[in-house]
């Protein structure tokens, strides 16, 4: 489902990350590796957000280099610390990302109750909590008919109820839709809710699929 074809990303003169030819295929994954290791610049590579090179394929042949819009019209991303601009509301965002991400009709509205944040989507969103903006920037990676979801950190800041909704997504989203998912975690996810769950490890600037 997703293919790395000589990849490299650098700082300067710094090599954060090299991924000369690996291929993952559909499934949810648990990325490790300690801190600075390059889980989020793999995320950011992947999400189109950082320049690198090389290449990354999805499905055997959307180049995110050649077909930029259609790569990242299947591929949502939520950062780890999300900035939004602080005088939208999370209802406006909520409807730029939807129309963006050709979001079927009434979408955005089963995600919002879902995670019952109806209550504060008329605020601007630089009146939330770290809390409330996490659950904004979920609801968003889920918007459209993505094929990956790439989730930074998701399980941090958010309360148990919510967490909870989280991974009942990403089940449903897993089995029922057949959407990949790679997730940073520094908290060990919980087997019963995604046994399926498998392991990525970033080590020694490069990724590995653990077996
Ligand atoms: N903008 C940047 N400029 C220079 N170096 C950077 C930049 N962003 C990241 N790095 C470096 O790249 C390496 C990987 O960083 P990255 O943020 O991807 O790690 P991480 O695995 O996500 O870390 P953490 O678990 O702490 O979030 C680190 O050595 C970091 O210092």
């Known amino acids: 489902m997703l293919q790395f074809v000589n990849f490299k990303k650098s700082y300067g003169?710094?090599?954060a990350l090299q991924v000369p030819d690996l291929?993952?295929?559909?499934?949810?994954?648990?990325?490790?590796g300690v801190n600075g290791s390059g889980k989020s610049t793999l995320l950011k590579?992947?999400?189109?957000?950082?320049a690198f090179n090389g290449d990354i394929l999805l499905n055997g042949d959307i180049s995110i280099?050649?077909?930029?819009?259609?790569?990242?019209?299947?591929?949502n991303f939520a950062e780890a610390e999300p900035l939004f601009p602080e005088f939208l509301t999370g209802g406006e965002m909520i409807r730029l990302f939807a129309d963006a991400k050709d979001a079927s009709p009434g979408?955005?509205?089963?995600y919002i109750e879902s995670m019952g944040i109806q209550t504060y989507m008329d605020r601007p969103i630089g009146t939330y909590s770290s809390g409330m903006l996490k659950k904004l920037s979920l609801v968003l990676a889920f918007l459209g008919k993505p094929k990956l979801i790439l989730l930074d950190e998701p399980?941090?800041?958010?309360d148990t109820a919510?967490?909870?909704i989280l991974y009942?997504?990403?089940a449903d989203g897993y089995r029922k839709a057949g959407t990949t998912f790679l997730l940073t975690s520094h908290q060990a996810l919980d087997p019963l809710e995604l046994p399926e769950a498998k392991e990525l490890l970033v080590e020694n600037q490069t990724l590995n699929v653990v077996a």
Request: charged fraction near 25%; proline fraction near 5%; glycine fraction near 4%.
């Open 162 to 164: 919510a967490l909870k």
């Open 45 to 50: 590579s992947i999400a189109g957000i950082l």
């Open 13 to 15: 003169n710094y090599p």
């Open 155 to 158: 399980l941090i800041t958010i």
């Open 107 to 110: 979408q955005e509205r089963e």
């Open 168 to 170: 009942s997504w990403m």
């Open 65 to 75: 280099k050649k077909q930029p819009v259609a790569f990242r019209k299947l591929v």
């Open 23 to 32: 291929e993952i295929k559909d499934g949810i994954y648990w990325i490790k």
